[in-house]
């Protein structure tokens, strides 16, 4: 593996062990940082970044994997195990008791119909282990409860707290001020083929588990979809906001700042539509004279079309009385030349009478 990566695939490795998760802000910023080219505009060289990490990490069964964090919507990515046999399960630090203790926990709030995707701390304190007993049997003693292993019965409530707090410190849950548990990053990363497997309802939109999602009103219909889903469903999609399979109306109000969001992305379509016809109107009304260009009120084109006409005619009458004059001028010399002529002849028959 050391030989097929190079120095900034192993500082990517390297944080995301040692510090965890990392959102994909944080990586791309890290990924910019490493390799001066901005993820952004270069997807397809940071795809490929991701893929020649995985084809190392292969070999040990690991995998650099994305997933989306259903209580905020945002992207992270980190490195899982993709292997969930016994041996693997040797290689964590939780004991037996503790990884039943979580299991309750992941399914206490899978199964909430709400999909609400919490659980308050003093209910999962309060989580009975015993469900969680195929953990230490084997196949035989499925169910039986007289075969409940002691270290289960005797999981203790500050066992359970003290549990709490390790699964929170690792990121496998999330515990707010308020008591109330979400699951952390590391499930929504590792946990994907064990929500398939246990039949966790799924988004209608993405097919992802949907563990945080809104749900139908209708009682009887069991679609749901997560937030961010839901916005891309009714939003971009300019459907009907009803449900995609009952057809029940669907409340969905778009925030403030998407509402905002939303006219700032229309108003460039809608400028441009104005420019076009604008264009086409000007195009329609274009005249051949340099003064005109840029003019796009159809009076003011009038009133330089009238103003060009009278300068026009002002231009032709003052030609024509130039012409007038000069060819008034030569009709006058002319005339008075035939008089002159006229009276010669006359005198001239005069003497010869």
Aim: proline share 3%.
């Amino acid at each position: 593996m050391s030989s097929a990566l190079s120095w900034r695939h192993h500082v990517v490795v390297q944080s995301l062990l040692s510090r965890g998760p990392l959102s994909e802000k944080d990586l791309h910023a890290m990924f910019e940082e490493l390799t001066k080219r901005n993820p952004g505009t270069e997807r397809q060289l940071f795809d490929g970044f991701i893929l020649k990490i995985n084809k190392a990490l292969s070999c040990a069964n690991f995998e650099l994997r994305a997933c989306i964090n259903q209580y905020d919507g945002q992207v992270y990515y980190g490195v899982v195990n993709t292997v969930s046999d016994e041996h693997s399960k040797l290689g964590t630090k939780y004991s037996v008791p503790q990884i039943a203790f979580y299991k309750a926990i992941i399914e206490a709030i899978v199964q909430d119909a709400s999909a609400k995707g919490v659980i308050f701390s003093l209910h999962a304190l309060n989580l009975s282990l015993d469900s969680q007993v195929t953990i230490m049997t084997d196949q035989q003693s499925q169910g039986s409860q007289s075969n409940v292993p002691s270290t289960l019965k005797n999981f203790s409530l500050s066992q359970k707290e003290k549990t709490l707090n390790e699964l929170v410190q690792d990121q496998w849950l999330n515990l707010t001020t308020e008591g109330v548990i979400k699951l952390g990053l590391k499930s929504f990363l590792d946990l994907r083929s064990w929500f398939r497997n246990n039949d966790v309802p799924s988004c209608h939109v993405c097919n992802e588990a949907g563990i945080k999602a809104e749900v139908c009103q209708n009682e009887n219909c069991t679609v749901r979809i997560h937030k961010y889903c839901l916005k891309q469903f009714f939003l971009q999609g300019k459907v009907a906001k009803v449900c995609p399979s009952c057809g029940t109306s669907w409340p969905y109000t778009v925030p403030k700042e998407e509402a905002l969001q939303m006219e700032d992305d229309s108003e460039p379509r809608q400028s441009q539509r104005v420019t076009r016809s604008d264009r086409n109107r000007r195009s329609a009304n274009r005249v051949v004279d340099n003064d005109e260009v840029g003019c796009s009120n159809q009076d003011e084109l009038n009133e330089n079309r009238e103003i060009q006409n009278g300068n026009v005619l002002v231009r032709k009458r003052r030609r024509l009385q130039r012409d007038n004059a000069e060819t008034g001028g030569s009709g006058a010399s002319q005339s008075s030349a035939a008089i002159s002529g006229l009276r010669r002849v006359t005198r001239n028959s005069a003497r010869l009478k």
